[in-house]
């Protein structure tokens, strides 16, 4: 694994983003977008299935804001991709890094499974259910978000 990670950290994509500020930044600016777009989507659905603003309509939220959180996920997915490749061995070592992926994992796992089974407006789940996968989700996503901001306290 560790010949991998190094082998992943020696590649010219991530010797290229070590070396120039300005790709590096707008790659971590990319990655940013993608966390804001992906929380910034997710909590408010996540709050309304808890609960608040009843007397907002639930599908109408999940039109916009289902898409603009899953292109958030993509997004920060493909740019943590490439910021992980700059340092793999280092952050491969990290647990907050672990516990972050953890996180993510059961997040977007969690979100898929729920909309397998239930349809991808959720009109079938039980009220219930969403509660709880609301509930999950908002755990998921903004401790990720709090553990992946605490890696550049800890980090490499």
């Known amino acids: 694994m560790e010949a991998l990670l190094a082998g992943l ?4 994509l991530a010797t290229a983003l ?3 500020r300005w ?3 707008a790659v971590n600016g990319g990655h940013i977008l993608g ?3 992906l929380v910034g989507g997710i909590a408010p ?5 808890l609960g608040c603003w009843p007397s907002v309509d639930r599908t109408v939220l999940e039109r916009v804001l289902t898409p603009m959180a899953e292109a958030g996920l ?4 493909l740019t943590g991709l490439l910021l992980f490749a700059c340092r793999a061995p280092d952050y491969a070592d990290l647990t ?3 516990a972050k992926l953890g996180l993510i994992t059961v997040g977007a796992s969690a979100a898929l499974l729920l909309h397998v089974r239930y349809g991808r ?4 789940a039980p009220a219930g259910r969403l509660r709880r996968a609301a509930a999950l989700s908002l755990i998921c996503w903004t401790g990720a978000l709090g553990l992946g901001r605490l890696i550049a306290f800890v980090g490499p």
Request: aromatic share 6%.
């Open 9 to 12: 950290a020696a590649t010219d």
């Open 18 to 20: 070590r070396g120039s």
């Open 23 to 25: 790709l590096y930044a």
């Open 35 to 37: 966390i804001a777009l």
């Open 45 to 49: 659905l996540d709050l309304r299935l």
């Open 74 to 77: 993509t997004l920060a997915v």
């Open 96 to 98: 907050v890094f672990q």
């Open 121 to 124: 407006a959720l009109e079938r």
